[in-house]
């Protein structure tokens, strides 16, 4: 059974950037899949981008340009770069992991981690 744990969140002034990390331990297929979602106070989980075991990356519209998702494929271990953030981003930002061979920003991933929590002030 998968079980993701992410790490790396915290306080920043808007402008700052920050770098999430989820380590997603268990059988491979069950990580070929990996995500990033955010939920903010009073609103749905919102998806921000997947990537795969090829490298094939994407993107929700919100995170294009400012967030970059990567994965280091040796230690399983998926990164989520936040760049220029702003106090919108404030929310608390959770890894999900599936086998799913259609790998993008579905909301039924099997592997949820316990969330970090990202607050970005003005």
């Known amino acids: 059974q998968v079980q993701p744990v992410e790490s790396g969140g915290g306080s920043v002034q808007a402008g700052g950037s920050l770098r999430l990390s989820c380590k997603a331990s268990?059988?491979?297929?069950?990580?070929?899949?990996m995500a990033w979602f955010r939920r903010a106070p009073g609103k749905e989980r919102e998806g921000l981008a997947t990537?795969?075991?090829?490298?094939?990356?994407t993107y929700a519209t919100s995170a294009l340009g400012r967030f970059t998702i990567s994965k280091d494929m040796t230690s399983n271990i998926m990164y989520l770069q936040m760049d220029s953030l702003k106090p919108e981003d404030t929310a608390m930002y959770y890894c999900?992991?599936?086998?799913?061979?259609?790998?993008?920003?579905?909301?039924?991933?099997?592997?949820w981690g316990q969330g970090t929590q990202v607050t970005v002030s003005a």
């Open positions: 268990g059988l491979t297929y069950s990580t070929h899949c």
């Open positions: 999900a992991s599936d086998g799913f061979v259609d790998c993008n920003l579905r909301q039924d991933f099997g592997a």
């Open positions: 990537i795969d075991d090829n490298g094939r990356t």
